[in-house]
């Protein structure tokens, strides 16, 4: 399942620091974060609940950027 979420991130750079930790957490089979459009698609692994993997993803992005946000 695919999904896309609006996010807020202040530069380019973070947006791919949050794309990485994105990319490293359980249950996101894929993700890419477009900074010009501030969105986050994720693509989550077959069998995973996308709201608990999302809040996951959140931490995880709040670890190595923590002025961003994702809008869930």
């Not at 693509?43 to 709040?62: I, R």
Request: some cysteine; hydrophobic content about 40%.
């Amino acid at each position: 399942m695919k999904k896309s979420y609006k996010i807020d991130v202040d530069c380019a750079n973070c947006a791919n620091k949050m794309e990485e930790a994105a990319q490293k957490t359980a249950g996101v089979k894929e993700c890419s974060v477009n900074f010009m459009a501030l969105k986050m698609n994720v693509e989550f692994e077959e069998g995973s609940d996308p709201a608990a993997v999302m809040k996951d993803v959140l931490k995880n992005c709040k670890k190595v950027e923590d002025d961003c946000e994702i809008y869930l």
